[in-house]
Nanobody, 123 residues
Framework: QVQLVESGGGQVQAGDSLRLSCAAS????????AGWFRQPPGKEREFVAT???????TYYADSMKGRFTISRDFKNTVYLQMNNLKPEDTAVYYC?????????????????WGQGTQVTVSS
């Protein structure tokens, strides 16, 4: 089992930046790819970004390209740097991990989920 804990959310103004962190614990010795998803109020959970096990490959949802950056270190932490935040970025952000070294964009491809962290962007 792998446990994921997100942190770094908060309330900011449009144009501000935030960095979310996702700390993994438990059986982290295997090669896990990771991803970030978000769930805006009243909407379905949607893909944000994903990264492979080595950190050398990433993929983003179109609306996040150029503003968000996913990265990871080898202390079992995955990050999401979010710049130029917009009110439409308001959502609960979830970290996820999958038992594979390759990244994925579908929720069903992930095996472990964090509890989420709230990001609120006001105009």
């Amino acid at each position: 089992q792998v446990q994921l804990v997100e942190s770094g959310g908060g309330q900011v103004q449009a144009g501000d930046s935030l960095r979310l962190s996702c700390a993994a614990s438990g059986r982290t010795g295997s090669r896990y790819a990771a991803g970030w998803f978000r769930q805006p109020p009243g909407k379905e959970r949607e893909f944000v970004a994903t990264i492979n096990w080595s950190g050398g490959m990433t993929y983003y949802a179109d609306s996040m390209k150029g503003r968000f950056t996913i990265s990871r270190d080898f202390k079992n932490t995955v990050y999401l740097q979010m710049n130029n935040l917009k009110p439409e970025d308001t959502a609960v952000y979830y970290c996820a991990a999958r038992r594979s070294s390759t990244y994925a964009i579908n929720r069903d491809d992930y095996d472990y989920w964090g509890q989420g962290t709230q990001v609120t962007v006001s105009s």
